[in-house]
């Protein structure tokens, strides 16, 4: 079954938002950096090394993504909406459906973490970020 998760977007308070959340909700919280990613370069300085690419609170009842990785036409301190998909028919399906009237923003594709995903914004300006990514529970 399809799950939709917030994805906040922040301007370097990612990691102090998300511990203020998880001081709110309890739950497990896991910070991935630009360090020891993909997008870490030869010419990475320590600063740019700590900016937040991915962060996931997780507890029994609820999930929430945070990241500091915003591109040029994104918004900082905006929402996206994730779907989560258990397959590929699944998420090929909303993929199509989301950007009828909307804009394709990022094509199905295999991401760096090794799974299905694609972006669009909706004929309503809603974000969404659609993947097979597996949730940690």
């Known amino acids: 079954m399809p799950q939709i998760i917030a994805y906040l977007k922040f301007k ?4 102090a938002a998300m511990n203020f ?4 909700f309890g739950g497990e919280l896991e910070f991935q950096t630009v360090k020891d990613s ?3 370069t030869a010419k990475t300085t320590e ?16 999930v929430l993504f945070g990241s500091e ?13 994730w ?3 258990d397959t590929d028919e699944e998420i090929r399906r909303f993929h199509t459906g989301l950007s009828q009237g ?3 923003t990022s094509d199905l594709q295999t991401a760096y973490w090794g799974t299905t995903f694609g972006a669009v914004t ?16």
């Open 12 to 15: 370097n308070n990612c990691r």
């Open 69 to 81: 990785m915003v591109v040029p036409d994104e918004h900082a301190n905006s929402t996206f909406l």
């Open 102 to 104: 909307g804009t394709v």
């Open 21 to 24: 959340y998880q001081q709110c």
């Open 122 to 137: 909706d004929q309503f300006g809603i974000q969404w970020y659609i993947s097979t990514l597996p949730i940690k529970q």
């Open 47 to 62: 600063a740019e090394g700590q900016v937040i690419v991915h962060s996931q609170l997780v507890n029994d009842r609820m």
């Open 38 to 40: 993909v997008f870490e």
């Open 83 to 85: 779907i989560n998909c």
